[in-house]
């Protein structure tokens, strides 16, 4: 009885939970069968080690796909989230090894190796966000620009050398763990919280919403259209610059030609399958993170059955298509 | 002389989603002779042109074109049997040449190769029938509409078509290109080539067709010879009104409560807004409703959107309290107190997958919002006060609009400028596509808020609103301010005579001011 008088207003406020039959409920079914089928097929599926190698390596995919939702929910895209990875990710080693500032080794340059190729992905964020808003360029046109010309920037910071290094603050963000959880997993609950709460509970999310379901009725209606988007190109932009910093942290080395390779198109991916039409005015994160998971295990799941790369990839897109489609019909209904 | 026919439509039904759009249309075009077609919005003109050209499927009717029963699937069908249409937006490739465009899909070959020489040639000879001489190979883009225009006729007629669809093609024409326009009309009539024509400025028609085909819901009301029908006549018709039945008055059951008038609130004066405004002035008192009439395509809803800001005018002034120069944008107008229900609901008015309770406070929403956060308590009870208020039926507020009927949905778009506490609201067409009860809910709600001191500039395409609902009527016509009439001067034929014909001295009190 207690847990019904919970539950009620939580309904009144909007919030729909996948176990109630919600849009989120394919979703959850098809997690729960490749959960189910690798707890009975998998060996050793149910360790420790297990769990930590699927969530070290959902949380970049995760933490690029929140942003990649808000901007699918403005009717946009954003392509380029892989290159400003690399970008971030060459950056760094960059600025702790005190070649960009000639500083020496301690925790300013480590503090300033976080923040600053986190600020440079999301500058080039907001210069996304500002072909679009103020030049009315399509999206797709648009982040195809750093798409291209952001992994040759990172190339050429680098010399398109590999910079393998050994540094203890992005050892412990690659390798760490706090309370027996891996510290990046935190920051990606942290990242998921945080989109969450802004879709949720306030003025921007709601706005966002609003531009991507019907752009001239949010302009009619005085609602700031640009500045609403070129801040979620630029949101979007930090948050890959966040995830380029974890996988250099994961691999204690930098390479220019492979951080972030092909991440637009597994976050659009996990976007999909997680309920967020890509025609705009909805979103849905805790959709896109079951989608990232799903993707995730089943990576995981043919590999560890030893299917071969290439037939994985073509399990994977049909996965995704099934997943789209079963929403399409749900939607339809 | 079944001969002459060169086209005719009969019993042409066509629904989409359970909403007829065309119930018995029908037109006959002779050979070499020029018809109009004529009607308001969502008169069935533009369903019934995409059946006779192949781009939508009839339901019911026959079509016979020269005599032969057809049945076009494709726009390829009609313009391979001969009937060509000539769009507002001109369908050519504009970055290919002159040339290219006329011949585009057959164009003259010579071994295999396209022989550019007589290509060239055939397009220089196909102008000059109609008197324009330009460098065929120069890319479309370069010439002005007019142009173009001429370069669409010339592959119509390259074409061997037989039949002519012009749609509003004066829309963007000045005065001499007109001319120039007409000219070429006439000359495809002489040819034997049966035009329809497609336009809103009623002067036109009277110059270039023969006869004229009047549509209202769906339906053909009137099919008879230019000459013999009036100017007033044909508005009339299209707003579904016969003359002899015209209310000569208005009705007594507005009261006139204006012994002194209240503080104006808006002034307009001279505004000009490219391409269909062109001067227009207007003013609105506290408390005062001010009625907007006119043809469609007369600049009503373009003079509305410049004075809320969404478009910007090239000259005139608009003064609204502190504001002597016109808004930039529209939120500068909303923060000066205006409030703007658009005329198309769907496109411009709803956010369709949000919840009634956020389209509601959509305009609201910073102003319920600490540090960023939505205060949802202060939300809920403001929606939940103005649903109670305006009489908005749904199941919750949490539901998507879009599963609200059209007249529900009004309403919420209403409330959304009514909890900004507007000093002016401007409704541009606010009961079409709405049935008759919420239709009469919005007129009274609308009435009860004048009555409260606001502001309401009403743009209306129903004479019973203008007439019954307004203190005041302000009527355009090819966006110029033709007449201002008092509640008791806007009867429906003072109304409609200004539509037609503009300025008469019989109807103006002040017209201009």
Same mark, same amino acid.
């Given at each position: 009885?207690?847990?019904?008088?919970?539950?009620?207003?939580?309904?009144?406020?909007?919030?729909?939970?996948?176990?109630?039959?919600?849009?989120?409920?394919?979703?959850?079914?098809?997690?729960?069968?490749?959960?189910?089928?690798?707890?009975?097929?998998?060996?050793?599926?149910?360790?420790?080690?297990?769990?930590?190698?699927?969530?070290?390596?959902?949380?970049?995919?995760?933490? *690029?796909?929140?942003?990649?939702?808000?901007?699918?929910?403005?009717?946009?895209?954003?392509?380029?989230?892989?290159?400003?990875?690399?970008?971030?990710?060459?950056?760094?080693?960059?600025?702790?090894?005190?070649?960009?500032?000639?500083?020496?080794?301690?925790?300013?340059?480590?503090?300033?190796?976080? *923040?600053?190729?986190?600020?440079?992905?999301?500058?080039?964020?907001?210069?996304?966000?500002?072909?679009?808003?103020?030049?009315?360029?399509?999206?797709? *046109?648009?982040?195809?620009?750093?798409?291209?010309?952001?992994?040759?920037?990172?190339?050429?910071?680098?010399?398109?050398?590999?910079?393998?290094?050994?540094?203890?603050?992005?050892?412990?963000?690659? =390798?760490?763990?706090? =309370?027996?959880?891996?510290?990046?997993?935190?920051?990606?609950?942290?990242?998921?919280?945080?989109?969450?709460?802004?879709?949720?509970?306030?003025?921007?999310?709601?706005?966002?919403?609003?531009?991507?379901?019907?752009?001239?009725?949010?302009?009619?209606?005085?609602?700031?259209?640009?500045?609403?988007?070129?801040?979620?190109?630029?949101?979007?932009?930090?948050?890959?610059?966040?995830?380029?910093?974890?996988?250099?942290?994961?691999?204690?080395?930098?390479?220019?030609?492979?951080?972030?390779?092909?991440?637009?198109?597994?976050?659009?991916?996990?976007?999909?399958?997680?309920?967020?039409?890509?025609?705009?005015?909805?979103?849905?994160?805790?959709?896109?993170?079951?989608?990232?998971?799903?993707?995730?295990?089943?990576?995981?799941?043919?590999?560890?059955?030893?299917?071969?790369?290439?037939?994985?990839?073509?399990?994977?897109?049909?996965?995704?298509?099934?997943?789209?489609?079963?929403?399409?019909?749900?939607?339809?209904? | 002389?079944?001969?002459?026919?060169?086209?005719?439509?009969?019993?042409?039904? %066509?629904?989409?989603?359970?909403?007829?759009?065309?119930? +018995?249309?029908?037109?006959?075009?002779?050979? &070499?002779?020029?018809?109009?077609?004529?009607?308001?919005?969502?008169?069935?003109?533009?369903?019934?042109?995409?059946?006779?050209?192949?781009?939508?499927?009839?339901?019911?009717? @026959?079509?016979?074109? #020269?005599?032969?029963?057809?049945?076009?699937?494709?726009?390829?069908?009609?313009?391979?049997?001969?009937?060509?249409?000539?769009?507002?937006?001109?369908?050519?490739?504009?970055?290919?040449?002159?040339?290219?465009?006329?011949?585009?899909?057959?164009?003259?070959?010579?071994?295999?190769?396209?022989?550019?020489?007589?290509?060239?040639?055939?397009?220089?000879?196909?102008?000059?029938?109609?008197?324009?001489?330009?460098?065929?190979?120069?890319?479309?883009?370069?010439?002005?509409?007019?142009?173009?225009?001429?370069?669409?006729?010339?592959?119509?007629?390259?074409?061997?078509?037989?039949?002519?669809?012009?749609?509003?093609?004066?829309?963007?024409?000045?005065?001499?290109?007109?001319?120039?326009?007409?000219?070429?009309?006439?000359?495809?009539?002489?040819? &034997?080539?049966?035009?329809?024509?497609?336009?809103?400025?009623?002067?036109?028609?009277?110059?270039?067709?023969?006869?004229?085909?009047?549509?209202?819901?769906?339906?053909?009301?009137?099919?008879?010879?230019? @000459?013999?029908?009036?100017?007033?006549?044909?508005?009339?018709?299209?707003?579904?009104?016969?003359?002899?039945?015209?209310?000569?008055?208005?009705?007594?059951?507005?009261? #006139?409560?204006?012994?002194?008038?209240?503080?104006?609130?808006?002034?307009?004066? &001279?505004?000009?807004? !490219?391409?269909?405004?062109?001067?227009?002035?207007?003013?609105?008192?506290?408390?005062?409703?001010?009625?907007?009439?006119?043809?469609? &395509?007369?600049?009503?809803?373009?003079?509305?959107?410049?004075?809320?800001? !969404?478009? /910007?005018?090239?000259?005139?002034?608009?003064?609204?309290?502190?504001?002597?120069?016109?808004?930039?944008?529209?939120?500068?107008?909303?923060?000066?107190?205006?409030?703007?229900?658009? #005329?198309? /609901?769907?496109?411009?008015?709803?956010?369709?997958?949000?919840?009634?309770?956020?389209?509601?406070?959509?305009?609201?929403?910073?102003?319920?919002?600490?540090?960023?956060?939505?205060?949802?308590?202060?939300?809920? +009870?403001?929606?939940?006060?103005?649903? %109670?208020?305006?009489?908005?039926?749904?199941?919750?507020?949490?539901?998507?609009? /879009?599963?609200?009927?059209?007249?529900?949905?009004?309403?919420?778009?209403?409330?959304?400028?009514?909890?900004?506490?507007?000093?002016?609201?401007?409704?541009?067409?606010?009961?079409?596509?709405?049935?008759?009860?919420?239709?009469?809910?919005?007129?009274?709600?609308?009435?009860?808020?004048?009555?409260?001191?606001?502001?309401?500039?009403?743009?209306?395409?129903?004479?019973?609103?203008?007439?019954?609902?307004?203190?005041?009527?302000?009527?355009?016509?090819?966006?110029?301010?033709?007449?201002?009439?008092?509640?008791? +001067?806007?009867? +429906?034929?003072?109304?409609?005579?200004?539509?037609?014909?503009?300025?008469?001295?019989?109807?103006?009190?002040?017209?201009?001011?």
């Amino acid at each position: 009885m207690q847990e019904l008088e919970v539950a009620a207003p939580r309904r009144r406020r909007g919030l729909t939970w996948p176990w109630r039959g919600g849009p989120l409920a394919g979703a959850l079914l098809a997690l729960g069968i490749l959960v189910l089928f690798n707890l009975i097929a998998t060996p050793h599926f149910t360790s420790l080690q297990t769990l930590y190698v699927n969530l070290t390596q959902v949380t970049t995919i995760v933490i *690029v796909a929140v942003g990649m939702t808000m901007v699918i929910a403005t009717g946009g895209i954003d392509l380029s989230v892989g290159s400003l990875m690399a970008i971030a990710g060459a950056l760094a080693p960059l600025i702790f090894a005190g070649r960009l500032f000639g500083m020496g080794p301690g925790l300013l340059a480590d503090g300033l190796a976080f *923040v600053l190729p986190v600020l440079a992905a999301m500058a080039f964020g907001t210069f996304n966000g500002w072909l679009v808003a103020r030049f009315r360029i399509q999206p797709i *046109v648009a982040t195809l620009v750093l798409f291209i010309a952001g992994r040759g920037i990172a190339q050429v910071m680098t010399n398109g050398n590999l910079q393998a290094f050994h540094n203890a603050s992005f050892y412990a963000l690659g =390798l760490g763990r706090v =309370l027996g959880v891996p510290v990046q997993v935190w920051l990606m609950m942290a990242v998921v919280g945080a989109a969450t709460w802004v879709m949720g509970r306030t003025l921007y999310g709601r706005q966002l919403l609003a531009v991507g379901g019907n752009e001239a009725a949010a302009q009619l209606s005085g609602l700031p259209v640009a500045r609403i988007k070129i801040i979620v190109y630029a949101v979007s932009g930090l948050l890959s610059g966040i995830a380029g910093l974890i996988v250099i942290a994961i691999n204690s080395s930098s390479d220019a030609n492979l951080v972030g390779l092909g991440m637009e198109l597994d976050a659009i991916a996990a976007v999909a399958v997680g309920g967020t039409a890509l025609t705009g005015g909805r979103a849905s994160i805790i959709g896109t993170l079951l989608g990232a998971l799903i993707i995730q295990l089943l990576r995981y799941t043919l590999l560890s059955h030893g299917v071969p790369d290439a037939a994985a990839l073509v399990v994977k897109a049909t996965v995704i298509l099934a997943a789209v489609y079963l929403q399409q019909v749900r939607r339809a209904s | 002389m079944t001969d002459d026919i060169l086209l005719s439509m009969s019993g042409i039904g %066509k629904s989409f989603a359970g909403v007829a759009a065309l119930k +018995e249309a029908s037109l006959t075009v002779g050979r &070499g002779e020029v018809l109009a077609l004529i009607g308001q919005n969502g008169a069935g003109k533009s369903t019934l042109i995409k059946v006779l050209t192949g781009a939508v499927a009839r339901e019911s009717g @026959a079509v016979r074109f #020269e005599g032969v029963p057809v049945d076009f699937r494709t726009p390829q069908d009609a313009q391979a049997a001969g009937i060509a249409t000539i769009y507002q937006e001109i369908n050519l490739v504009p970055l290919r040449s002159v040339a290219e465009n006329i011949f585009l899909g057959r164009e003259p070959r010579r071994w295999g190769l396209i022989d550019w020489r007589r290509m060239h040639e055939q397009a220089n000879a196909v102008l000059a029938q109609f008197a324009v001489s330009i460098d065929v190979r120069q890319p479309l883009h370069h010439f002005n509409t007019a142009t173009q225009q001429m370069v669409a006729i010339a592959r119509a007629i390259g074409q061997q078509a037989r039949l002519v669809v012009m749609d509003e093609p004066t829309s963007s024409l000045d005065d001499r290109e007109v001319a120039v326009l007409f000219d070429v009309i006439r000359q495809l009539k002489a040819r &034997g080539i049966g035009v329809i024509f497609v336009s809103h400025r009623l002067d036109e028609l009277y110059v270039v067709c023969d006869r004229v085909t009047i549509m209202r819901d769906g339906m053909t009301v009137a099919d008879q010879p230019m @000459a013999s029908i009036s100017k007033l006549e044909l508005v009339a018709a299209m707003l579904g009104r016969s003359l002899e039945e015209v209310k000569q008055f208005g009705a007594t059951a507005f009261e #006139e409560d204006f012994a002194v008038r209240p503080a104006k609130v808006l002034e307009v004066e &001279g505004l000009k807004v !490219a391409p269909r405004v062109a001067k227009v002035d207007l003013d609105v008192h506290e408390g005062e409703i001010v009625g907007l009439a006119g043809l469609l &395509g007369s600049g009503r809803t373009e003079t509305a959107r410049a004075i809320f800001g !969404a478009d /910007r005018p090239q000259a005139g002034t608009i003064r609204f309290g502190h504001e002597t120069t016109g808004f930039r944008t529209s939120r500068e107008a909303i923060g000066a107190g205006i409030g703007f229900c658009s #005329e198309d /609901r769907k496109t411009e008015g709803i956010v369709p997958d949000m919840s009634v309770r956020d389209n509601l406070t959509l305009a609201l929403l910073p102003q319920l919002t600490r540090h960023g956060v939505i205060d949802q308590a202060r939300q809920r +009870e403001i929606v939940d006060r103005l649903i %109670k208020r305006l009489g908005i039926r749904l199941s919750s507020a949490d539901q998507k609009i /879009r599963e609200l009927s059209g007249g529900n949905q009004q309403k919420v778009l209403l409330a959304r400028w009514l909890c900004m506490k507007p000093k002016l609201l401007i409704l541009d067409e606010p009961t079409r596509g709405i049935d008759v009860a919420a239709k009469a809910e919005i007129q009274s709600l609308i009435r009860e808020l004048a009555r409260d001191g606001l502001a309401v500039l009403m743009i209306s395409s129903e004479l019973e609103e203008l007439t019954e609902g307004c203190h005041r009527v302000s009527v355009l016509r090819d966006g110029r301010s033709v007449a201002t009439l008092d509640h008791a +001067e806007a009867t +429906e034929h003072a109304i409609m005579t200004a539509m037609a014909h503009g300025p008469d001295e019989a109807s103006i009190s002040h017209a201009g001011a």
